[in-house]
């Protein structure tokens, strides 16, 4: 299976990569939209300020095509930044418009929920609890921890587009959005040992099935 890693300058491209060809894929790091289209998934990295990478992706003219992605219905998958990237907005610095391929806005975690004073960034080991089931999440993992970094999260979401969550000081945090094609996790899957091999893995399977 060929794997196009989408590089628009902000993303740790390495450590996925590494992942992914463990997973037995041929992987391609490019912008060159002649080479992405010749893979038979995509993956959208992300480290940084969403401004930044909104910015990154419309001068590079992938803004346009990841909505080409979407239109033909292409596997895609973003992690960490590259899934805050796929909604409609984030008050990251200013407020900056997304790609909008799922509903909702990223917002900062305040560090106050109800009186109750807690760490920001959410880094770290969290539990992820699953809600729905997408197609190509067929079975179940023995680990039930990934490993979260970020400061800003997903906020007014289509429920039914929520695939599990973590909770956070009694924040409810999007931690796999889906939607057909479209998959979003929030924490690294190449980072987050036995479940995140697993997840990457199972989607991996669900793509090749197609």
Same mark, same amino acid.
């Given at each position: ?63 346009? =095509? ?22 409609? +907005? ?6 900056? +418009? ?17 009186? +109750? ?14 809600? @729905?089931?997408?197609?190509?999440? @067929? ?13 800003? !999260? ?10 599990? !969550?973590?909770? =956070? ?28 091999? !697993?997840?990457?893995? +199972? ?8």
């Amino acid at each position: 299976m060929k794997i196009g890693v989408i590089d628009y300058g902000m993303g740790n491209l390495f450590s996925v990569e590494q992942a992914l060809k463990r997973l037995g894929c041929e992987v391609i790091v490019t912008s060159d939209e002649t080479e992405l289209d010749a893979t038979d998934a995509l993956l959208l990295p992300g480290v940084g300020a969403f401004p930044d990478a909104i910015k990154r992706l419309a001068e590079m003219n992938l803004d346009r =095509y990841l909505q080409k992605v979407k239109a033909e219905n292409r596997p895609l998958l973003g992690i960490c930044l590259g899934m805050q990237l796929l909604f409609e +907005q984030s008050e990251e610095v200013n407020t900056t +418009q997304g790609l909008g391929f799922f509903k909702g806005s990223i917002k900062r975690f305040s560090g106050d929920n109800a009186g +109750q004073m807690y760490r920001v960034p959410h880094m770290g080991w969290n539990e992820l609890i699953v809600t @729905k089931r997408p197609s190509w999440l @067929k079975g179940e993992g023995t680990a039930r921890h990934v490993y979260f970094v970020h400061s800003f !999260y997903a906020t007014d979401i289509d429920e039914t587009e929520l695939v599990a !969550y973590a909770d =956070y000081h009694g924040i409810k945090v999007p931690g796999i959005v889906a939607n057909d094609s479209i998959t979003g996790m929030q924490f690294h899957p190449e980072k987050s040992g036995e479940l995140g091999v !697993y997840l990457l893995k +199972q989607w991996l399977e669900g793509v090749a099935s197609c």
